[in-house]
């Protein structure tokens, strides 16, 4: 998985700076100073901050990471779901806002590849449990499905 995903230049970031940087420059040229300075700031700082996106190699769509909480009793519930047929009929484990343990997703957004991991709250930190869990063709769509049903 780790070489399938790579960091790549956000091209849409880089434009949306480049056209605040004109703007700055048309303001610099106008002599209004503290508006250019300001959305030049604006540019640097959104540049700098998100010049770089997670990208799927294959299909080349980028990567959303997403972190699912949930309580330790329901840790095995939700690996034997993960590891069998994802469907309408699964048993839905409800998320909540904290938990003993979290589900981290990987996917990327136009759903082609997926990858779960289970991790378990040790303290301070938490802990990895088991093995990534991947998922491509179909079923990446029904682990969305089943995602947003097991929001509240």
């Known amino acids: 998985?780790?070489?399938?995903?790579v960091k790549?230049?956000?091209i849409k970031i880089l434009i949306?700076?480049?056209s605040l940087v004109t703007v700055s420059g048309v303001a610099l040229i106008l002599k209004d100073y503290s508006t250019s300075v300001i959305v030049f700031i604006a540019a640097a700082l959104i540049y700098i901050f998100k010049n770089k996106q997670e990208v799927y190699v294959v299909t080349g769509s980028p990567v959303k990471r997403e972190s699912f909480y949930f309580d330790r009793e329901s840790k095995s519930a939700l690996?034997?779901?993960?590891?069998?047929?994802l469907g309408d009929n699964s048993l839905v484990l409800y998320f909540s806002d904290n938990g003993s343990g979290r589900l981290d997703i990987v996917m990327a957004?136009?759903?082609?590849f997926a990858t779960a991991t289970i991790l378990q709250f040790v303290p301070h930190k938490y802990e990895q449990v088991g093995e990534q869990i991947e998922f491509s063709g179909p079923k990446v769509k029904k682990l969305a499905r089943y995602l947003k049903r097991c929001q509240r």
Not at 79 to 85: D, I, K
Not at 109 to 112: L, P, T
């Open 16 to 18: 949306l700076a480049l």
């Open 109 to 112: 957004k136009d759903e082609s």
């Open 8 to 10: 790549r230049l956000n």
């Open 79 to 85: 690996e034997n779901v993960l590891r069998g047929e």
């Open 1 to 5: 998985m780790e070489n399938q995903i």
